[in-house]
């Protein structure tokens, strides 16, 4: 099936250094989603992006639509502890599919 | 407005037993999905439904079985447990294709 390559597979950061991580595919996508999964937790979704070019925040993540529909970038700035867990990005393919793919997840430590 | 909710918790079969695991979403979706985790994976496909009455197959439907009766329920059926489907469960919704919510998941284990 679909596959989004998603990294890195891991990072380990101190605390108050921003973070990056990206999703890419050879497919185009119509849409794109950034989710968070605490341990034991279903994931939350943090960001929603709908257009290629299209930057959107919420509180210290900023995530992007690539240009080219083919990619994506979650950043986080000054990150804290609570940052941890594992960031999953997903996406709608181009031509209407029912169902989102997944990238196979960033896990991110954050030390204090 | 409880969003996505999951039940049990937890579960423990034994192997060749049966189960239902419960979801349910207060919040009039459309699209409803059933995914497995397992340890330190990411999150695979198992059925999904657009709407009451209509279901398919996702990335990895054997051994299991849906139904879609009403918007608000999205039961997945295991029929015949084995160990291979030890895992995590998540059910999610949404009004369309994109931004799923996701309910807080059910851990199974078969042995």
């Known amino acids: 099936g679909q596959q989004l390559n998603q990294s890195p597979q891991s990072m380990f950061i101190q605390e108050g250094e921003d973070v990056s991580m990206n999703c890419t595919s050879s497919?185009?996508?119509?849409?794109w989603l950034w989710y968070k999964q605490d341990p034991g937790e279903g994931p939350v979704l943090l960001i929603a992006l709908y257009k290629a070019g299209e930057l959107t925040s919420n509180g210290r993540l900023t995530a992007q639509f690539g240009i080219t529909r083919k990619d994506s970038f979650l950043n986080i700035s000054a990150s804290i502890p609570s940052d941890v867990g594992i960031y999953f990005c997903a996406g709608q393919l181009q031509g209407g599919s029912e169902k989102l793919v997944f990238g196979k997840g960033t896990k991110l430590t954050v030390n204090p | 407005n409880a969003g996505v909710t999951q039940t049990p918790k937890f579960r423990i079969l034994k192997i060749g037993q049966s189960m239902t695991l419960q979801c349910a979403q207060d919040m009039n979706h459309n699209y409803m999905y059933w995914y497995r985790q397992d340890p330190g994976m990411g999150l695979k496909l198992i059925y999904y439904?657009?709407?009451?009455?209509?279901?398919d197959k996702g990335e990895v439907p054997n051994g299991y079985n849906v139904s879609r009766s009403t918007t608000e329920d999205f039961p997945l059926r295991l029929e015949l447990a084995a160990p291979s489907q030890t895992s995590v469960y998540f059910c999610a919704s949404s009004y369309s294709v994109g931004e799923q919510y996701f309910g807080p998941g059910t851990r199974l284990t078969v042995t």
């Open positions: 497919s185009i996508f119509n849409t």
């Open positions: 439904s657009v709407g009451a009455g209509i279901t």
